[in-house]
Nanobody
């Protein structure tokens, strides 16, 4: 079955960096677009970044120039490098596999990122 397992979250000071990882299994990773979403307390879940199967990317305006999404098809892993973190980046970050044709989307379990001094 499809599994998405995030890691790399934690507590970081403003201006710091973190790298999130999402290890995928149970499907042919290279064929699917992948994304990172986040949900802050009391707010709706929002799309942070997407990387397609051709490695093209898109970002939310709020993270452009600070975050970078990438994928390693050999390791079936998608990454989110987060630099110059701000308190407003505090949220649970979720890995997301986009749906494709008849195959549904999947979510990871989430990893907490807290930006605070």
């Amino acid at each position: 079955q499809v599994q998405l397992v995030e890691s790399g979250g934690g507590l970081v000071q403003p201006g710091g960096s973190l790298r999130l990882s999402c290890a995928a299994s149970g499907y042919i990773f290279s064929r699917y677009a992948m994304g990172w979403y986040r949900q802050a307390l009391g707010k709706q879940r929002e799309l942070v970044a997407t990387v397609r199967s051709d490695s093209s990317t898109n970002y939310a305006d709020s993270v452009k120039g600070r975050f970078a999404i990438s994928r390693d098809n050999g390791k079936a892993t998608v990454y989110l490098q987060m630099n110059n973190l701000k308190p407003e980046d505090t949220a649970v970050y979720y890995c997301y596999r986009y749906a494709s044709g008849l195959y549904p989307a999947y979510w990871g379990q989430g990893t907490q990122v807290t930006v605070s001094s």
